[in-house]
């Protein structure tokens, strides 16, 4: 189906909603730096996630869990500086807001005030209720993420599909209805059926947007670094790859190596 899409000069939390009423798929990608957020606005993405898959991909921990408040907010505050249009979200980190409502606003605030992050994304259902609640009332625009929430790796033991059984599949939906009703503005759902995914797009008036989850939902989400081919050991079925920067990266700078070793560079136009 082809949708004319609407031009956004500055894309907003309202501009995503808007986006859903008129059919238009919303875009998302992850950027963690200045350098990377600067192509990644440029490519006309709508929303830009400061995930913490920063833990994975910038820093090479194992999970999600090791990155911290003060590291979010300085990944987010290089993205800031380089984006023009996108909506900016940042990961509220593991840590910062599972104790209680007033530790979750004092994170999600410092993150406002010292990244100028747009938004916050924070993963769970009923049990971050009141902690989402008090950050809304703080003028503090909150997206969700259920399914597959990798800050609750251990309590599930793999990153495998979620919500296939029924009994999880109504939580689910369940605590997708509560993070609208208390008022997020989107929800990423993650790993989960598409069939289930596009039905929880169907009943919400909020954007659902999925990596894993399908073609029936409102937009999509892919890490940046995985979707340009960056890293190539995490091969999971929902990814596609429009790069394989892994191979050319290495193909250049083992050219370089050469060309160092061959004094081949620099040439006498490459020196003053
Ligand atoms: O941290 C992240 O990159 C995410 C996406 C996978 C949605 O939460």
Known sequence: MSVAKKQYKRVTVKSLIDMKSNGEKISMLTAYDYTMAKIVDGSGIDVILVGDSASNVMAGHETTLPITLDQMIYHASSVIRAVERALVVVDLPFGSYQSDPKEALRSAIRIMKESGGHAVKLEGGKEVKESIKRILNAGIPVMGHLGLTPQSIYKFGTYTVRAKEEEEANLLIHNAKMLEKVGCFALVLEKIPASLAERVAKELSIPVIGIGAGAGVDGQVLVTHDM????????????????????????????YVSDVKSQEFPNENEQY
């Not at 050991?233 to 193909?251: A, C, I, K, S, V």
Request: hydrophobic share 35%.
């Open 228 to 255: 340009i081919g960056m890293t190539h050991e995490f091969n999971p079925r929902f990814l596609r790859r429009y790069m394989n920067l892994y191979e050319d990266m290495t193909n250049a700078m083992s050219q």
